[in-house]
């Protein structure tokens, strides 16, 4: 593990253990239209709102980057085909035969 990722992610850590434990009290939880309540810590609230919120983000980006993922695969595909056809060539060439520039 880097040095960087250590100084940022230890206190990263601490102050998140430190609000999970700062914020136990109970919360109601309830969706309106549904009969159903669950009780719940506060922050199981919070760090699941901050965890959805990020998987959303990460499904948005995923699906607006379909193009350049085709377009990858395609180039690499192309660029394939071409080195087959380049190694083709040339072992057609080795096997051609030398043959001089008529008029000499």
């Known amino acids: 593990m880097r040095l960087s990722t250590v100084f940022i992610a230890v206190p990263v850590?601490?102050?998140?253990?430190?609000f999970a434990v700062a914020n136990r009290q109970t919360v109601s939880l309830s969706l309106d239209p549904l009969p159903w309540t669950v009780d719940v810590p506060l922050f199981a609230v919070l760090y699941s709102g901050i965890v959805g919120g990020l998987l959303i983000g990460v499904i948005a980006e995923w699906w607006r980057e379909r193009r350049v993922r085709r377009a990858a695969r395609e180039a690499k595909a192309a660029a394939a085909a071409l080195q087959r056809e380049n190694a083709a060539l040339k072992s057609g060439q080795a096997a051609l035969p030398v043959s001089t520039p008529p008029g000499r």
């Open 13 to 18: 850590g601490i102050v998140a253990i430190a």
